[in-house]
């Protein structure tokens, strides 16, 4: 059986390299590509492809957990593995709840990248083992563990947002962010912004 795949990346090399090594395979079928997030959930929902490669970020526009959202939201959907350069907690977490399939790094050697094509198209989960490493730690620790929405509060507040735009962002009140905030503290052992910025990028949770 064929294995068609939509390759969503917004750099011509990528998506150039990724038909190079792919086409290599037998049984796999490079159907498609989309530069663009948007682009890719509308070439997803004709169903031409089998497994979509979708990148994580995508400069502007959507962002790719929102493009795997939206394309695993339909029935009889491709499955959608996450190829990325971002192993943070929060990348992880986001990929996972929107119903990736998979999450592999770029760097992942060609028969890695085969074998996660295959495993994700057979409806398998198709991790790559630092992020199942990942996974696997939330899991022995919940309770040091930051949940998605702290993880997404500091993301913001790492990149310089204030208590109110963050509100704004995530449709919270700025009393939530604070109480999320007093959690973060209390869980990554800091009292600062700055601190928890720093203490959170050294263990990959968020990135910078």
Do not use: C, W
């Amino acid at each position: 059986m064929t294995i068609r795949l939509l390759l969503a990346d917004d750099h011509p090399v990528v998506r150039a390299g990724l038909r190079a090594v792919l086409e290599t395979e037998p049984g796999f079928e490079i159907v498609a590509e989309a530069a663009t997030a948007e682009r890719a959930v509308e070439l997803a929902a004709t169903g031409i492809a089998d497994v979509v490669l979708m990148d994580l970020q995508f400069g502007a526009g959507m962002h790719g957990a929102e493009a795997t959202a939206a394309i695993t939201a339909v029935a009889g959907a491709p499955r959608v593995l996450i190829l990325t350069t971002y192993d943070t907690d929060a990348d992880i977490l986001a990929a996972v709840e929107a119903g990736a399939g998979g999450y592999l790094l770029k760097d992942a050697p060609p028969e890695e990248l085969a074998a996660a094509v295959r495993t994700a198209a057979a409806g398998q989960s198709a991790l790559a083992p630092a992020v199942a490493h990942r996974l696997m730690d939330r899991m022995r620790t919940p309770a040091e563990s930051l949940t998605r929405r702290e993880l997404e509060v500091l993301q913001l507040v790492g990149e310089g947002l204030s208590n109110q735009r963050i509100s704004k962002e995530l449709f919270l009140s700025q009393a939530t962010v604070k109480s999320h905030l007093v959690h973060i503290y209390a869980k990554l052992g800091v009292d600062s912004r700055t601190s928890a910025v720093a203490a959170a990028t050294a263990r990959r949770l968020i990135r910078r």
